[in-house]
């Protein structure tokens, strides 16, 4: 995995967190890492949601949005993720030429 990816730290953290309590209390003798399941994620515009699995081991963790999403206004559908959002409103001010920079 060789690419630059944006993760809210506090969600990052309570993936790791979780996925280590749950292998360990599954599977306690095992010694595998917890790595990202690169079959699993998925890319939502600038956001990705990601699971752990063990290298070892057949556990695997819940997949899980590793960024912030808005509230669900009506209608039906996935929620946006607010860094997508934020990139867009930037973008509406930013002119793409060379007077813009």
Known sequence: MKTNRIFHPGLLEDLFYDGYMQHQCGNPACTGKLRF???AET???FGWRECLKCDKCP???TVRALYE???LVAGCGRRHAKI???IQVGLLDTG???TGL
Do not use: V
């Open 59 to 61: 556990y695997k963790s």
């Open 43 to 45: 890319q939502w515009g």
């Open 84 to 86: 997508n959002l934020s």
């Open 96 to 98: 793409m030429g060379n």
């Open 69 to 71: 999403e808005t509230p």
């Open 37 to 39: 399941d690169q079959e």
